[in-house]
Every structure is written in structure tokens, then in C-alpha cells.
């Protein structure tokens, strides 16, 4: 029994590499996908952009994020080459409703845990990261992705023409006070990954890996169980359209499983929910 144990401890090792090598070998592209002038182009117009309804959001939490510190984490984290238009407004819904939700908790809180899935190049992480530290309260983002953390890679963004392929944890240098203060980076699925993690309670979370509907719900029901009246999960690309299984599962979530549902509109179709739990 010893021994086949050890055995399959070997195929799992190997196995785990295989599944991760397209991740680890340059996801993106094997050199730079454009110039840094288009990147550069390509950040001014998506800074220029304006979000009504967003503000709004802002307004009524009474916290709005600082917008230099935005778009400078934005130009190395979500300015890059890709069909759909540039949006990176959920920045701004993460970092509101949170500092809202430490606001209305400040006295019962002491280490606070937030779980993400989809951390890609850092963004999310980041603005939650800021909510923290502008709350002067401790607490651990604990955030999960398929991509790495420390195989230098071409992220196509704009550091791809001037340091060449780095790693999300060089990627993320400017932030690295905030990084060290509250991040942990997990290399996985999320299908896989959630259900090894010990947590008493997770006060907030933010769903963007998977974009279906059984992931999503996978997601939900390991994080509900460690959710109390009025912790926070929030939702990007609540979308009929694009991703029918999110606004299904979303739907489903807040029906079932008493979490009031906000939803904030931005341009381009896109929207985000903001679920409560209420019970
Ligand atoms: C939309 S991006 C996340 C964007 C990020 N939250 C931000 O603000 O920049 C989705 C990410 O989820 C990751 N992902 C997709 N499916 C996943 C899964 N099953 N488990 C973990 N990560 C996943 C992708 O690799 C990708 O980096």
C-alpha cells in the first residue's frame, strides 16, 4: 500500500506538470504582441472613459478609488491587445465595496480574508490590496489562477518591449508594499484548488476565473459555507450574452441562497453584481 502510494505521488507529480506546462510556457505569446506606443494608445482612451452609473456606485458607498493609482496599476496590468473594448472599472467596484463593507463591520473585524479566482496579471488583487491598506486593517487576498507567478512570461502588456519576459511577481514591483502586506498567489483550478483550502471565514470574495456556470457554482457553494450575514461576493461579467452561465448561476445564488443582488452597469454591455448575504 506504502508503495503504491509513493508510485502515484510520482504520476501526480508528473501529471500536475503536464497540466500546467501550456500555462507556464509563455500563455500569451512567445514575444511581444505590439509596440509601446499602441499600449500607451491604447491606456489614454481607456482612461478617457466614463462610467455614469459606476460613479454612482462610487458615490453611494462614499469611498471612490484614487484614479492616478488606478491608471498607473492599470497600464501594466490591464492594458493589453484584445478584441473586446478595455474596461477596468471593476477596479473601482472592488475597492468601494469593500472599504463600504469594513466600514459597516470595523468593530468585529480583525484579520479579514478576501478569495479571489482569477488573478491574471494582479489587478483585482491590487485594488482589494488598496482598500485594505486605505482601512489600515490586516487581513490575507488569498487568489487563485491557472496562470504563474514566478516563470517569467510575455504578459502582453506594455513591460513586454522594455524588460522582456518577467514574472507576475516582477510585474507587480511598484505594488510590491501591498503585495507582501497582503497577497498570496495560488498556481491552480479553481475546481481543483478550493476545496483544499482550510478557512475559517471568508469575508469577501471576487468570482472572475471560470466564466461558466458549474464553475461559478462550484465556486459559490465552497465559499458560502464560510460566509456570514452580510459578507460580500462579487461578480464581473454579468452578461446574458457573453456568459450566460454567470447570470444564471448568479441568479440562482441570489434566489436560493439569500444574497441580495446590486447590479452596476458599465459601458459596452458589461456589468457586475454585487451579492450581500442576508441571512
Ligand atoms: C478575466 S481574467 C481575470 C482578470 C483579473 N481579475 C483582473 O482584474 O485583471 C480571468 C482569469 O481567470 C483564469 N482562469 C480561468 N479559468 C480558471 C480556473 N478554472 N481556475 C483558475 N483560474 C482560471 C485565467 O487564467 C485568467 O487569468
New binding site residues.
Given amino acids: 500500500m506504502r508503495l503504491f502510494s509513493t508510485l502515484l505521488k510520482h504520476v501526480l507529480y508528473r501529471l500536475d506538470n503536464l497540466a500546467y506546462k501550456k500555462w507556464n510556457n509563455q500563455p500569451f505569446s512567445i514575444k511581444p504582441i505590439s509596440n509601446k506606443e499602441k499600449y500607451y494608445d491604447l491606456w489614454t482612451k481607456a482612461s478617457l472613459k466614463n462610467n455614469p452609473e459606476v460613479n454612482q456606485y462610487e458615490e453611494t458607498t462614499g469611498y471612490k478609488i484614487e484614479n492616478d493609482w488606478l491608471n498607473n496599476l492599470a497600464l501594466r496590468?490591464?492594458i493589453v491587445i484584445k478584441k473586446s473594448e478595455l474596461n477596468y472599472a471593476?477596479g473601482k467596484i472592488l475597492y468601494s465595496s469593500l472599504r463600504e463593507y469594513i466600514s459597516r463591520n470595523k468593530t468585529n473585524l480583525e484579520n479579514l480574508v478576501i478569495l479571489e479566482?482569477?488573478?491574471?496579471?494582479g489587478?483585482?488583487s491590487l485594488c482589494m490590496a488598496k482598500a485594505l491598506n486605505d482601512s489600515n486593517i490586516s487581513g490575507s487576498i488569498l487568489t487563485?489562477?491557472?496562470?504563474p507567478h514566478t516563470k517569467k512570461i510575455y504578459w502582453n502588456c506594455i513591460t513586454d518591449h522594455i524588460e522582456g519576459p518577467i514574472t507576475r511577481q516582477e510585474l507587480l514591483e511598484p505594488w510590491k508594499y501591498l503585495v507582501d502586506k497582503y497577497i498570496i498567489f495560488h498556481q491552480g483550478?479553481?475546481?481543483i484548488e478550493l476545496k483544499k483550502i482550510g478557512l475559517q471565514r471568508i469575508n469577501f470574495a471576487f468570482l472572475?476565473?471560470?466564466h461558466t456556470y458549474e464553475?461559478v457554482l462550484f465556486e459559490f457553494n465552497i465559499i458560502e459555507k464560510h460566509q456570514e450575514d452580510g459578507d460580500i461576493i462579487v461578480f464581473d461579467d454579468y452578461n446574458e450574452k457573453l456568459f450566460p452561465g454567470i447570470v444564471k448561476a448568479v441568479n440562482e445564488i441570489s434566489n436560493k441562497f439569500g444574497y441580495e443582488k446590486k447590479i452596476i452597469k458599465s459601458f459596452n454591455d458589461r456589468s457586475y453584481v454585487v451579492a450581500r448575504r442576508t441571512c
Avoid: E, P
Avoid at 117 to 121: C, D, N
Avoid at 144 to 147: E, I, K, M, W
Fill in positions: 496590468t490591464q471593476h479566482t482569477g488573478t491574471a496579471r489587478f483585482s487563485f489562477d491557472v496562470l483550478y479553481s475546481n472572475d476565473g471560470a464553475d
